[in-house]
């Protein structure tokens, strides 16, 4: 399964912010969407950065709520692994893995078209092993 087939199941939606909003602002949008991360818009496409729940406990922890005040863009992650439509769930697997991270923006000819999140890629993955344990036991059954 690639990720042109992912989105076609659970959707395009990226919940975006833009850079000079506050961190509460941010923090706000994924309580009310119950999400992780959110791709963060500025001048240049497709996107300026990522902010995530983790980037914002790290960031209260090490100084406190006067962060929540702050610009998104001060807190952002602006170097963003991102991947396309026909990266493959076993890529995107190891990719995320290796990076560390749970959600990856997905990118087309500059433009921003959806949001994988680890979730989406272990639910995939846990569907397609369902539907070979089922292909198993009726091709056992059969017999």
Do not use: W
């Amino acid at each position: 399964m690639n990720v042109a087939q992912l989105l076609n199941f659970k959707g395009h939606d990226v919940a975006t912010i833009s850079q000079e909003r506050s961190i509460a602002d941010a923090v706000g949008i994924m309580r009310e969407r119950g999400i992780g991360a959110l791709v963060v818009t500025g001048a240049q496409p497709p996107f300026a950065g990522i902010i995530s729940e983790r980037d914002v406990v790290r960031a209260l922890g090490a100084r406190g709520a006067e962060i929540l005040t702050d610009d998104v863009a001060t807190l952002m992650s602006r170097d963003v692994v991102t991947c396309t439509l026909d990266t493959h769930c076993s890529t995107l697997m190891g990719l995320m893995t290796k990076e560390r991270i749970r959600h990856l923006p997905v990118v087309d000819a500059q433009r921003l078209v959806g949001m994988i999140s680890i979730g989406d890629v272990v639910r995939a993955r846990f569907e397609e092993l369902e539907r070979d344990r089922q292909e198993l036991l009726d091709y056992v059954q059969a017999r």
